[in-house]
């Protein structure tokens, strides 16, 4: 069967999949989940029992014979990796693949779940407090973080001359960094990096405002 990849246009962890898909030329069909729609389309009962946590995305495979849904973006992107072939999306060399993990997880683990749609409700609903400047100093921090970790790693992307799992969490994060209006003037390393992203197909044929589901 074919995959199916159950997303949001403009979810960043749906957008990681995507590159990931693309890079490894992938044929899937894609099922939109709204993610504000009739109070979030993840909530659904249907949503929910492909994935218990309420979120995207949800990648559906056939494995082993098998029809398995497989949710968290990190461990789809991994699962992409060592069952299909093209490009990889992690390096052979074990101290350049936990740089692309540790890259990686500052977006998955530190960025991202505090600047997320559900934290940005919770934030202003119960503390009343102003959720863009929240999420702006987040993704401030955390990017300026990436940039002065990246010294050590970078080539043309952010670890070595190939794109990794670390450059599909990059890319979709810089996007939410400017929703937010963060300058990213003083993060020249990753702008680079960016830009040779953005040269590629893949990335292209990924991005949030070319997707069948994309709001203007």
Same mark, same amino acid.
């Given at each position: /069967?074919?995959?199916?990849?159950?997303?949001?246009?403009?979810?960043?962890?749906?957008?990681?999949?995507?590159?990931?898909?693309?890079?490894?030329?992938?044929?899937?069909?894609?099922?939109?989940?709204?993610?504000? $729609?009739?109070?979030?389309?993840?909530?659904?009962?249907?949503?929910?029992?492909?994935?218990?946590?309420?979120?995207?995305?949800?990648?559906?495979?056939?494995?082993?014979?098998?029809?398995? !849904?497989?949710?968290?973006?990190?461990?789809? #992107?991994?699962?992409?990796?060592?069952? *299909?072939?093209?490009?990889?999306?992690?390096?052979?060399?074990? #101290?350049?693949?936990?740089?692309?993990?540790?890259? =990686?997880?500052?977006?998955?683990?530190?960025?991202?779940?505090?600047?997320?749609?559900?934290?940005?409700? $919770?934030?202003?609903?119960?503390?009343?407090?102003? $959720?863009?400047?929240?999420?702006?100093?987040?993704?401030?921090?955390?990017?300026?973080? *990436?940039?002065? /970790?990246?010294?050590?790693? =970078?080539?043309?992307? /952010?670890?070595?001359?190939?794109?990794?799992?670390?450059?599909?969490?990059?890319?979709?994060?810089?996007?939410? =960094?400017?929703?937010?209006?963060?300058?990213?003037?003083? /993060?020249?390393? #990753?702008?680079?990096?960016?830009?040779?992203?953005?040269?590629?197909?893949?990335?292209?044929?990924?991005?949030?405002?070319? @997707?069948? !589901?994309? @709001?203007?």
């Amino acid at each position: /069967m074919k995959p199916v990849l159950f997303g949001y246009w403009r979810s960043s962890a749906t957008w990681r999949v995507r590159i990931g898909l693309a890079l490894k030329g992938v044929d899937y069909a894609y099922e939109p989940v709204h993610l504000v $729609k009739d109070g979030g389309q993840q909530h659904g009962e249907a949503h929910v029992r492909r994935n218990p946590m309420h979120q995207v995305p949800v990648l559906r495979v056939e494995h082993g014979g098998d029809v398995v !849904d497989l949710t968290q973006s990190l461990a789809i #992107l991994e699962f992409l990796d060592e069952t *299909l072939e093209g490009p990889a999306l992690l390096p052979s060399d074990p #101290l350049q693949r936990a740089h692309v993990r540790r890259l =990686a997880e500052v977006v998955n683990s530190w960025i991202q779940p505090l600047q997320n749609l559900s934290t940005l409700q $919770k934030v202003e609903k119960e503390f009343a407090a102003d $959720k863009i400047k929240w999420g702006h100093d987040i993704i401030e921090q955390g990017l300026i973080a *990436l940039e002065a /970790m990246v010294q050590g790693t =970078a080539g043309t992307f /952010m670890v070595g001359d190939a794109p990794s799992i670390a450059d599909c969490c990059l890319i979709p994060q810089l996007y939410n =960094a400017r929703r937010f209006g963060v300058d990213l003037s003083g /993060m020249p390393t #990753l702008l680079r990096i960016e830009a040779a992203c953005e040269a590629l197909e893949a990335f292209q044929a990924a991005h949030a405002d070319v @997707q069948p !589901d994309a @709001q203007v």
